[in-house]
């Protein structure tokens, strides 16, 4: 019920929401890292 409320700025609403249905800055810079991440790990085991 409470986030119907919130819904009047949808930017200042959920910014966690927005990151995961939009392609926002920050949701490729943390698939980006995750990338990284793993590519060095696998990069280091293999």
Do not use: C, Y
């Not at 930017?11 to 966690?16: M, V």
């Not at 927005?18 to 085991?45: E, H, K, Q, R, Y």
């Amino acid at each position: 019920m409470t986030s119907l409320n919130w819904q009047d700025s949808p930017e200042k609403a959920a910014p966690h929401r927005a990151t995961l249905s939009s392609g926002d800055p920050w949701f490729g810079i943390s698939v980006g890292l995750m990338g990284v991440i793993v590519g060095f790990i696998v990069g280091n085991i293999l």
